[in-house]
């Protein structure tokens, strides 16, 4: 399986733990990866694979992601995360499906989200509303529409995960480094829909970590929704920067005038994925990380509740194949033993 057309970028922040295990699963796979660890000392060399292009850097997340798009040789990206997994049959064929459409900018799959509950693995399959996504719009206007449901009904958050033509990758991730607020997701539906047309196969190319409730940090405040930055007069004069920035490369994508328009879809389409989290829900998030809560709370419902637990990941990919969604069988489940064993905030 050659993957060699392929780079697998991952920037990772104090998850050592999680990215020893994560090189190692790709480490015999003819893939480039590309590594861009902030942590306070570097990996040690014997788990960085031969394939892999490690660098140990203490800077913040926008310039890491400056530099990797300096660094990207490759005809194809996708970037990912150090507690995360990529099928590599599924890359292949997501490959294979860009390389007989070169009028597509980007292509997905289906994606299988995993934790651990009680004394079983749980499954969910997530971003269900993406199943059969086909975006062939002819405009740029047009792509950003329907992906944002006119920005008030959007299909998904997110870009940032699929198989992308580098140069489109590449612009994603010089405009993050220009982001003065997270706005990955954003940036990546205004770059992608923008650029062409995009797809998702009825492959199951993702195994995500559900293990945690996600974290802020430093360089990556969750807490800050991007529609209420852009908002805030406070950030005026960055917004404007910004702003600027983002329209001339939407013009030299070919989007013309619409820009204003298509930010603004984008924006409200932000604002409704935006689900707040209040004092009550975060708490039990957090319990929701203690293991002998978990077992506890999987005893009450194994016993009063059987039909509120979550469902077995195995149910779940039968359910998905059932769909029409094709995955290796032997890939899938080395993916899920070693993703659900995975504590991304363990040293956070």
Known sequence: MDLSSITLLIL????????KATLQFYKDIEINLLVLDNSDKPLDSSFIPDNCNYIFTQIDFAARSKLASSLIKTKYTIIGADDEIYLPHALSNMKEFLEKNNDYVAVGGNTLAIWRYGNYIAGNWAYKRTFEYHNQEKTSLDRIKKHTGGGSNPLTSFFTCNLTRSKYAKLCLAAYGQAPVLSTDAISVLIICGGGKSKYLNELYWIRNWNQFPRSHANWNRGIALNEW????????????????????????????SFKESWCMILKATEAMNTKINRIQAFFARLNEFRFFVRMKFLIKSILFPT??????????ELMRDSGIYFNNRETFAAVKLVSSLIPYRNW
Do not use: I
């Not at 509120?308 to 990919?317: D, I, Q, R, T, V």
């Open 230 to 257: 852009w908002d805030d007069p406070n950030n005026l004069e960055a917004k404007k920067v910004f702003e600027s920035y983002l329209e001339r490369t939407y013009y030299n994508l070919g989007g013309g005038s």
């Open 308 to 317: 509120k637990l979550p469902k077995n990941f195995s149910s779940e990919l």
């Open 12 to 19: 990772s922040h104090y998850r050592q733990h999680c990215l």
